[in-house]
């Protein structure tokens, strides 16, 4: 099975902020990897499939990046509205699996 | 609208089975594979299988094989997960999610149900 290990597990950060998080693939997925979003009690929601393509309806301060093994989330500006949880997936292969996640709260 | 909505939360004793569902509309039902993904209270995701509406062939997880079985009816556009010989470990929230797939972008989940609570206690 892949593995992938997400970091930071929690990350505290500003209004504003540039933020950051990796995504490692225990072996090499080419470009299959989504991140998805997670706010308490809901669903996660998509943000980026394909490494780097931005879903329809999600603001452009988003972005992702990276192919192989090493693969990276950024949100450009830091909103209220992005502290919540953030999740990798790889679908390049049986069984899908997710990262650990990455919570971002509020400093 | 693509729209996944599932059956209402669930408390069953151990040993128990339960079944949840997941209502489809909005889009063509055979076309994308149903996937189920759970979390339990404060952990991450954890993937539990696919299945394929139109042909009706499955995937499991390694560690839910023999234990789960995921069908459809496409009658009514709804998929279904069964998982049978609960243990406390499966209490846990149970999402299903429209894999929608994008030729060279490949897989990719953009359509989630709102989840189901599966309480297992004695």
């Known amino acids: ?107 | 609208q693509v729209q996944l909505v599932q059956s209402g939360a669930e408390v069953k004793k151990p040993g128990a089975s339960v079944k949840v569902s997941c209502k489809t509309s909005g889009y063509t039902f055979t076309t994308d594979d149903i996937n189920w993904v759970r979390q339990a209270t404060g952990q991450g995701l954890e993937w539990v299988g696919w299945v394929n509406p139109d042909s009706g062939h499955t995937g499991y997880a390694h560690k839910f094989q023999g234990r789960v079985t995921m069908t459809r009816n496409t009658s009514i556009s709804t998929a279904y997960m069964e998982l049978s010989s609960l243990k406390s470990e499966d209490t846990a929230v149970y999402f299903c999610a429209r894999a929608n797939y994008g030729g060279n972008s490949g897989l990719y989940f953009d359509s989630w149900g709102q989840g189901t609570l599966v309480t297992v206690s004695s």
């Open chain 1, 1 to 107: 099975d892949i593995q992938l290990t997400q970091s930071p597990s929690f990350l505290s950060a500003s209004v504003g902020d540039r933020v950051t998080i990796t995504c490692r693939a225990s072996q090499g997925i080419s470009s299959y990897l989504a991140w998805y979003q997670q706010k308490p009690g809901r669903a996660p929601k998509l943000l980026i499939y394909a490494a780097s393509t931005l879903q329809s309806g999600v603001p452009s301060r988003f972005s992702g990046s990276g192919s192989g093994t090493e693969f990276t989330l950024t949100i450009s500006s830091l909103q209220p509205e992005d502290f919540a949880s953030y999740y990798c997936q790889q679908l390049n292969s049986y069984p899908l699996t997710f990262g650990g996640g990455t919570k971002v709260e509020i400093k």
